[in-house]
């Protein structure tokens, strides 16, 4: 991991929406306005829990905080359901970039799944293409406003599914239009990365990376499998790599203090020592019990004591629309939960940046403007 260049960070007493931030996790059809939702629902003829956007955003943040999967799942049948032509496509691609700016992100991986949005005639390439449009208009329209913004399409299978090798190939296809990686996301537990094995060797012959959503709903084994069978680059979420992890207390009677020994798995060592980034999303994790073993609150996430041992941690939203978060509030979270100042949230940043999917020359440049953005604080 790169080390900070700012000698000492400034107390943080200004808004950390300014700050540059990178955003590997954040999903196409989580992310959408309430209000684009209600107009594009009208105009499909889709029904909608209420056709008020203050209602709305609302019914989406307390169905993700419910406690019930299959509340939370249904918030996407509502988002991917206006997600099913161009225009549809192309205008929340384009919001999406238009809002990841306004929260101060310079370089954003979009994830989505194109088999997901052909209910209405488009093909799998057509969607791809929508979406990229829509990326495109959307930094443009950011360049527009004096800003700078860059994006990718993380092209994802959904793991249910049988269409890997189908998606793979767009993904390959789709290369040097827009597409910077693939992804494989839905059910976790029950569907090991091992399932598209023949699909992840495929876009390792064509040079393709890839990241998996592994370590969220299922565990160690989930996760075995996405560095063995899928050769995952990253983890998506990957925060149950602490299970791997043993912590035994013991009392220091000389300092008067009680010591943690800690003690990494084989499993751990090797995504900790191989600096195999974590795509974490503390809000999320917490709605979705993927961090139940380890307490109620956001104050038992383990994320801190990866981030603590070495681990390559990035922070993210996973789905900003149904967890009613940003980046920046995410940030927020970290600096009033763990009490990470600049210094953190700069290594975090820069974590991300170098675990991005963007070319050698073009992550140097990344990392460079973030630590000119941060040495420019004081």
């Known amino acids: 991991m790169t080390e900070p260049i700012v000698d000492a960070a400034p107390a943080i007493d200004f808004d950390l929406k300014s700050l540059p931030k990178v955003s590997l996790h954040d999903h196409l059809d989580g992310g959408l306005r309430p209000a684009t939702i209600i107009e594009l629902a009208e105009a499909v003829g889709h029904t909608l829990p209420s056709t008020d956007p203050v209602a709305l955003g609302q019914w989406f943040r307390e169905s993700a905080d419910s406690g019930s999967l299959v509340r939370y799942l249904e918030t996407f049948d509502h988002t991917v359901a206006v997600m099913q032509t161009y225009d549809g496509l192309f205008r929340v691609a384009k919001e999406f970039v238009e809002d990841l700016a306004d929260d101060g992100v310079v370089y954003g991986e979009v994830r989505w799944a194109p088999e997901q949005h052909l209910q209405k005639g488009l093909s799998l390439d057509e969607a791809v293409e929508a979406v990229q449009e829509g990326l495109e208009a959307g930094v443009e329209a950011v360049s527009e406003s004096g800003r700078e913004i860059q994006v990718g399409q993380l092209i994802t299978a959904m793991r249910h599914a049988d269409r890997g090798q189908e998606i793979a190939e767009l ?29 992840f060797t495929y876009l390792a012959q064509h040079n393709f990376p890839a990241t998996v959503h592994a370590g969220e709903a299922a565990g160690l084994e ?6 063995v069978d899928g050769r995952a680059l990253r983890l998506g979420h990957g925060v149950r790599i602490a299970e791997d992890i043993m912590v035994e207390f013991d009392d220091d009677e000389e300092a008067g203090d009680t010591v943690g020994l800690v003690t990494l798995g084989d499993l751990s060592s090797w995504v900790r020592d191989r600096g195999i980034a974590l795509e974490i999303c503390p809000s999320s994790n917490l709605q979705t019990g993927a961090i139940a073993e380890f307490g109620g609150g956001i104050e038992s996430h383990p994320l801190d004591m990866l981030y603590q041992l070495g681990f390559n941690v990035t922070i993210n939203t996973d789905n900003r629309l149904m967890s009613g978060v940003t980046l920046t509030d995410e940030f927020n979270l970290l600096v009033e939960t763990f009490d990470y100042d600049l210094d953190d949230l700069l290594e975090l940043t820069l974590n991300a940046a170098e675990a991005s999917f963007l070319p050698l020359e073009e992550k140097e440049a990344l990392v460079e403007y973030i630590n000119d953005a941060y040495a420019n604080l004081g």
């Open 222 to 227: 989930s996760i075995q499998s996405a560095l």
């Open 171 to 199: 993904a390959v296809r789709h290369r040097n239009k827009g597409a910077v990686g693939f992804d494989i996301a839905g059910a976790e537990d029950g569907f090991l990365p091992s399932r598209f094995r023949d699909a």
